[in-house]
Structures are given as C-alpha cells and as structure tokens.
C-alpha cells in the first residue's frame, strides 16, 4: 500500500516535470507570428462612448444622494443651534443689582440674626414700611408682628445653628 | 484615431486591481486604460476562435459591452483574462454560428464544412505552427495560453471552466506530441 502511493506520487511529480517546456521551445512560441488585426477608431469610440455615458450615470445620482445628505446634516445642525440658543436665552438671567434676598435678613448679611429684628423695628419707628418683602408673616402689614417672627427665627437658628 | 478616444494604457502604471477599484467609483477614464490594455488580446484571441477579421471585432466590441455591464460591484479575483477568455470564447462561438447561418444561405452546403475549421497550413508556417494546427483545438488552446498568453495551470482551467487535471493532461499530450514530432523535436533537444 505504502509502495503504490509511493509510485503514485512519483508519478504525479514526473507528470508535472513533463508539463515545462524546454527554454527554445518557449522561445518558438513567443516568435509565432501574432494575428495583427485593424481595430478601427469606430470600435473603440463605441466601447469608451458606452463607458463614459454607464459610469457616469451611475455616479450622478450617488452625488446627488451626497449632496442632499449634506443639506440635511447642515440644516439639522442650523435646527440644533437655533434650539440650544433659544433655550439658553429662555433661562431667565439674574437682573443687574438684584442680590437674592433672604426673608428676614434686613441687613443682608447672608444670615437672619437678631440683628435684622432690631434693623426691621428700628425701621418702624421712622414711618410704616412698604416694602412687602418684610411682611414676614403675609398678612399683608409691616409691623411689630413681623419683627417678633424674625427674632424668633433668629432665636431658633441661632439654637440650631447657623443659617 | 478620434481626437475624443486616446489609447491610454501606456502612461497609466496602474495594476489591473486599482483600475477595477477606480471604475467601480465611477472612474470610465480607468475602463479606458483596461480596454486598450486588454484589447488586442481580445482581438487576437476572437480571431483565433473565428478565423475572421470581422467577427473577431464584434466580439472584441461586445467582450467589452458586456465587461462593462459588471460595473459596479466588479471583483477582480484572479488575472482579468481568466475572466475575460471565457466571455471572448461564447461569443466567438455565437459569431461562428451566425456566419455559419448567413453562408447557409448564400453559399452551396458543401463549402460550410470548411468555413468552420482552421485554416490550412500554407508552407510559409513555421514547422511550430505546422504541428500546432494539426493538434485538436482544446490541446492546442491549452498550449497557447500557457507559453503565449502567460497563463498558469489554475488560471489555465477556470478560463476553460475545465479541471485542472484535464489542463495537466491535455498540456502534457501537446507537449508529448511537440517532442515526438520530428519536426519540432528538436526544440527538446540538447
């Protein structure tokens, strides 16, 4: 068994020996005389003509397709950047000299203190205020009843730590 | 020559790969390079196959209709004349049939006979040529793709659509033939 594949295969390898030509006779063959055949300038312009027209109309609408993808990425952006504007000018911006106030801290020092009840009585005696941001309990008054809610408050904070 | 249509092929340096790749972008200036690239081959190989100027043109011009059909999506898998040779071969052969139809009317029946077969040898042939065309066809165009047309065995077989076993045997019976032949033995000798 062994033997036969042997011989086989020896046989494959001189069967492939035998399909190289010797270096003369390629060179016979190179030599044979070529069919010189006349291709007039009417065939080739039919050939390159049918490849101009078929490439470029299957570019055309690949382009076309291009450039209407490159219209809607810009105008989706131009939407995107008008949305974001628009949302950044709607948030409302604090207003020049308007410091954020503190119920109950008169004297804006960040904190309500018993030092704001004595800024708020002190005020009192002056004439009635009519700044409704002091009216700390909402009924609508600036008075007394004001001051002894901001002491209490103040007395509280000051218990429970600072505000 | 067309002032519009300018052969090509010798100034572009481009391997067959990057000429597909071009005209499967659009490029028609790279199927310009490839067609006179491949063009005489084409012809030549008709002619071989027709033994007629003018069916060997047809097939040259619908060789490259139908190529350019491919396009795009085109993939290049192997030597473009693998893919080429069989094209070249049905439609030599349609153009055989059709000239074969057209003598039928025309001419008496006993001369189409010989409109199909090879021409016979003039003694202007080489002695090559001489026992190359009294080889059969199938082992005779085996020979010529190998040692003219540059072709190897693989490629050889699926130009022919035939195995490559059949190639092996067919090119190893021309070969034997050439040697034995006293009139090309010489060649094999040393």
Sequence with gaps: MAQRSFMAELSKHSQDDNLEAPPRLVSAFKKLPDEQIFVPPSIDETVVMAARRRLTS????????????????????????????RLSTNRPAPLPNQAAFIPGDLNHDGRVDILDAFTLAKQLKSGPQLDLRLDINGDGIVDERDVAIIAARAVRLEKGGRS | MDARVQ????????????????????????????????RDWVVRLAYRFTRDDHASLDVLQETFLYFLKKFPGFRLTANLKTFLYPAVRNLSACAREK????????????????????????????DLQLVLAALSEDHREVLLLRFIDGLNLLEIAQSMDIPLGTVKSRLHNGLQTLRNDPRTKEFFGR
């Design chain 1, 58 to 85: 299957q570019l055309l609408p690949r382009s076309r397709w291009f450039r209407w993808r490159l219209w809607g990425a810009a105008t989706a952006l131009i939407v995107a950047a008008a949305i974001l504007t």
């Design chain 2, 7 to 38: 052969p090509k092929d010798n100034l572009d340096t481009r391997s067959d790969l990057d000429l597909i790749a071009a005209i499967n972008r659009g490029d028609s200036g790279a199927f310009e390079v490839l067609y006179f690239r491949y």
């Design chain 2, 99 to 126: 000239s074969q139809r057209y003598q039928a009317t025309e001419i008496e029946l006993g001369t189409i006979e010989n409109a199909t077969a090879p021409e016979s040898p003039s003694s202007d042939l080489s």
